[in-house]
């Protein structure tokens, strides 16, 4: 299934780098080197600008299921996600604030389980997941699902130290 989304997501990816005109050459620069699924590792020195990575959204599995609850501080545990994560983030150091934001124009939610717990989210910013705070050192399995079941939608999820 991940390799599925994999390649649907590579051809949405180019079918909007063919349907999108004379912005074509930019979006093309823009996504050259990107990486599917990608993995970061970070220290608060890294994030002088903010970190993306891609994918794409959804799965068949209840996140509930998944974070072993129904809520969590940081919101609802709901929608539907794949049985392995889609990134993990690893942070050296302590982060005194950071926030994970996907961005995509389907309704997409976020599970990110780590040191210190899980943290469910949907949509903060408008149909999209954002979970921010204070971040211990380790490494975080991140999910991205849609909030309908067999829907599938590219996304990009933001990592920043930025405060909003």
């Known amino acids: 299934m991940l390799r ?19 912005q074509g050459e930019l979006f093309a620069q823009k996504t050259q080197n990107m990486e599917m699924f990608g993995n970061l590792t970070l220290s608060p020195s890294d994030l002088r600008t903010p970190k993306t990575v891609y994918g794409i959204s959804g799965g068949s599995l209840t996140m509930q299921s998944l974070a072993n609850q129904k809520q969590t501080e ?39 389980k780590g040191p210190g717990g899980t943290w469910c989210n949907d949509d903060v910013s408008d149909r999209n997941p954002i979970i921010a705070g204070e ?6 399995s991140i999910w991205v699902g849609s909030y309908e079941q067999n829907a599938s939608f590219p996304y990009l999820l933001e990592i920043t130290s930025d405060r909003p």
């Open 4 to 22: 599925l989304r994999h390649l649907l997501g590579l051809s949405i990816f180019c079918l909007t780098l063919v349907s999108s005109g004379g």
């Open 74 to 112: 940081t919101g609802e545990c709901i929608g539907f996600i794949d049985t392995q994560p889609d990134h993990r983030l690893t942070l050296t150091q302590n982060f005194k604030y950071l926030r994970l934001q996907v961005k995509s124009s389907g309704d997409t939610v976020l599970l990110v």
């Open 135 to 140: 971040w211990l050192s380790g490494t975080y």
